[in-house]
């Protein structure tokens, strides 16, 4: 969209001829439709942290791990104790709430994963 807008411009035989509706509409359609593709791909990149934003302080990923190893635990054994079928309040919280897991590389485990885990940590504690 870009190289289409600046092809645009160029190909016109002077500012004159540049400055007509058609052209104008043109160049700005496609400088918009490229701002757009461009700050989708962006968002994306940035919230799986793909790019890094300078200057923005961030929990680092070591730390989050550790503290949410033994947060996880921890309901383990809080779920345990209160037997089968009942479970802590954290454990009762919709995916979209419940803090990310992430694999042994860093990246963020999906919800439907993670609750397919979960399940199968169930079925596994049932069977003797």
Known sequence: FVAFAVYNAVTADSFSTFLTIDNLFVTAFCLLMALIFISITGSWMVSTGVVKIPFVNR?????????????????ARANAALGPGKTTAAAALPPANREIQRDAKGRPIPADVQSMITEMNKSEQKTP
Do not use: T
């Open 59 to 75: 929990p680092s990923v070591a730390a989050g791990e550790g503290g949410q190893a033994s947060a996880l635990a921890g309901g």
